[in-house]
């Protein structure tokens, strides 16, 4: 390292390389899981980059490259025990939320569609007429209004009476 810090790339490379092993050496000795040994490789050898003018010549190198490897372990047992608690697995959180490209999904929603459709061809006509107009086609108020000669109070009284009525029969009330 005194040769390195004095300007001997030679020197500089052999010593990354050769510091390898015993970072992963204090990793493992930390616990550090061996899909994460490469991560604190990595950040242990950057970290001497930027701090290798502390060290003193005088002193052990493996003591202060052991010293610096056992911070960066923490740091990333840290960090990935962070993401691990974040991160969900549970198998009733998966089957929720299914996949959008799911083929079931997909005939679940086209099946759930249909039932929607029948429930509204069930309405009296100023109810569904509503629905058709404000829901499904998302006209305004006005553009319901005009389009079905009707008074936006009545369409909005019809709208709202149907999705009563609708939200009471597809929860399988009468």
Known sequence: MAAAQAGDQRAYSRLLSDSVALIRAVA???????????????ETL???????HTFDPARS????????ASRRAIDVLRSHGRRD?????????YEMHADRDDASADTERKQEA??????IDTLPPGQREAVEQLGLKERSLAEAAES????????????HRALKTLRDR???EP
């Open 114 to 119: 249909t039932r929607l459709r029948a429930a």
């Open 46 to 52: 950057l970290t001497v980059h930027r701090v290798r």
């Open 148 to 159: 079905t000669g009707r008074k936006t109070g009545a369409l909005k009284v019809n709208l």
């Open 61 to 68: 190198f493996d003591a202060w490259l052991s010293a610096i």
């Open 170 to 172: 597809l929860n399988g």
């Open 28 to 42: 493992r000795r930390q616990g550090v899981a061996l899909d994460a040994l490469d991560d604190v490789v990595q």
């Open 85 to 93: 608690r974040r991160e969900v697995h549970d198998e009733l959180a």
